[in-house]
């Protein structure tokens, strides 16, 4: 196949209200170097349609979903779904895989900015910066002194997931004197060890962290993971943040906890339901703080995604396996098989 017969395209959810690329414009040009077109698609809603599935040999992708019905009409065409980020839990995987589709991420490229995330989000907290910043525009200066904040040094994290993001953020909370909790049954004592945190076992971390941070995958095993039930394990002193996914937390438990008093606050990158309703409760409460699965979009963030994910691309549609492929399980499949021999 010809560079000039592969068709690539660029999810909507990819570009801004204006029409312009979330990433901006310099990334694409590893197209254009490659010697590859690519199109950008209508809006798609929630999930990509089947046509589109069926008509490209790649997709860069935001967070759009890919399930079995939209891959009925799959010609054998489609090679590589390229996630603009590191989650896939939009993705049905065994139905890509079984059809030799590769879905590839950016594990790498996210690090530091989602964990920096989680960083901004325990200060912010701990030093009660929304309500705070409020009190001046409203004329509550005198008030200045009912709101103390809490210290970090001697406080405890607990971090839900050990993997890149997380050991990252362990690395950035290192100089504010945490005791730093891990529940991962993924990880090891050994890399526990060379980053200075104590493994222990989910409850463990919830009943002893003064800030509970999310930073594992949502799948099966982790859906609905942080339930009234374990909510009830933590501090009424304590914080929770989520920079994962949204259903990782039971909201409706979460919305109760927190008007209860059971925790004292929490910082939420991510909600079950996004966009959420505009009523939710959570958007009206001083000890929460809500940002729209965008915190960590800064312009080295989106840079860098961008490009891992288009050399992902550029590097499929040459014949390569690309680096940082989701679903290695495909890569035995006769199409997989195929296309490397072009």
Same mark, same amino acid.
Request: hydrophobic residues 45%; proline residues 6%; contains cysteine.
């Given at each position: 196949?010809?560079?000039? &017969?592969?068709r690539?395209g660029?999810?909507?959810?990819? =570009?801004?209200t204006?029409?312009?690329?979330?990433f901006?414009?310099a990334p694409?040009? %590893?197209?254009t170097?490659?010697?590859?077109?690519?199109e950008?698609?209508p809006?798609?809603g929630p999930?990509?349609?089947?046509?589109?599935?069926?008509?490209?040999?790649?997709?860069?992708?935001?967070?759009?979903?890919?399930?079995?019905?939209?891959?009925a009409?799959?010609?054998?065409?489609?090679?590589?779904?390229?996630?603009?980020?590191?989650?896939?839990?939009?993705?049905?995987?065994?139905?890509?895989?079984?059809?030799?589709?590769?879905?590839? *991420? @950016?594990?790498?490229?996210?690090?530091?900015?989602? $964990?920096?995330?989680?960083?901004?989000?325990?200060?912010?907290?701990?030093?009660?910066?929304?309500l705070?910043?409020?009190?001046?525009?409203? #004329?509550?200066?005198?008030?200045?002194? &009912?709101?103390?904040?809490?210290? %970090?040094?001697?406080?405890?994290?607990?971090?839900?997931?050990?993997?890149?993001? #997380?050991?990252?953020?362990?690395?950035?909370?290192?100089?504010?004197?945490?005791? @730093?909790?891990?529940?991962?049954?993924?990880t090891?004592?050994a890399?526990?060890?060379?980053?200075?945190v104590?493994?222990?076992?989910?409850?463990?971390?919830?009943s002893?962290?003064?800030f509970v941070?999310? $930073?594992?995958?949502? &799948? $099966?095993?982790?859906r609905?993971?942080?339930?009234?039930?374990?909510?009830?394990?933590?501090?009424?002193?304590?914080?929770?943040? *989520?920079?994962?996914r949204?259903?990782?937390?039971?909201?409706?438990?979460?919305?109760?906890?927190?008007?209860?008093?059971a925790?004292?606050?929490?910082?939420?990158?991510?909600?079950?339901?996004?966009?959420?309703?505009?009523?939710?409760?959570?958007?009206?409460?001083?000890?929460?703080?809500?940002?729209?699965?965008?915190?960590?979009?800064t312009? @080295? =963030?989106?840079?860098g995604?961008?490009?891992?994910?288009?050399?992902?691309?550029?590097?499929?549609?040459?014949?390569?396996?690309?680096?940082?492929?989701?679903?290695?399980?495909?890569?035995?499949?006769?199409?997989?098989?195929g296309?490397?021999?072009?």
């Amino acid at each position: 196949m010809s560079k000039s &017969d592969i068709r690539i395209g660029v999810t909507a959810d990819l =570009f801004d209200t204006a029409g312009t690329p979330l990433f901006g414009t310099a990334p694409l040009q %590893l197209f254009t170097d490659a010697g590859l077109a690519w199109e950008k698609l209508p809006p798609d809603g929630p999930a990509i349609s089947a046509g589109h599935l069926a008509n490209y040999d790649a997709l860069f992708i935001g967070g759009a979903k890919v399930n079995e019905q939209a891959l009925a009409q799959d010609k054998g065409r489609l090679r590589v779904l390229a996630r603009n980020g590191v989650g896939f839990d939009a993705l049905e995987l065994p139905s890509l895989s079984k059809r030799g589709i590769l879905v590839t *991420n @950016t594990p790498v490229a996210v690090r530091h900015s989602v $964990a920096t995330t989680a960083l901004a989000f325990v200060l912010a907290l701990s030093l009660r910066l929304p309500l705070k910043s409020r009190l001046p525009r409203e #004329g509550r200066w005198a008030q200045r002194g &009912d709101f103390p904040g809490i210290g %970090l040094p001697g406080r405890s994290i607990g971090i839900i997931g050990f993997g890149g993001i #997380g050991q990252e953020i362990a690395r950035l909370m290192a100089p504010f004197g945490l005791r @730093t909790f891990v529940a991962d049954p993924h990880t090891s004592d050994a890399v526990c060890a060379k980053h200075g945190v104590e493994r222990v076992d989910l409850d463990g971390l919830l009943s002893q962290s003064d800030f509970v941070i999310v $930073a594992c995958l949502l &799948d $099966a095993s982790t859906r609905h993971l942080l339930n009234g039930a374990r909510l009830a394990l933590m501090k009424p002193t304590a914080f929770l943040i *989520n920079i994962a996914r949204g259903p990782i937390i039971d909201e409706a438990a979460l919305i109760q906890a927190l008007q209860s008093g059971a925790i004292a606050g929490a910082g939420l990158d991510v909600v079950e339901k996004e966009p959420p309703e505009p009523d939710n409760p959570l958007f009206f409460m001083d000890n929460v703080i809500v940002t729209p699965h965008s915190l960590c979009w800064t312009d @080295t =963030f989106m840079d860098g995604v961008a490009r891992t994910a288009i050399k992902s691309i550029i590097d499929v549609v040459s014949g390569k396996v690309p680096e940082f492929v989701v679903n290695r399980d495909a890569l035995g499949h006769a199409r997989v098989k195929g296309w490397q021999q072009d």
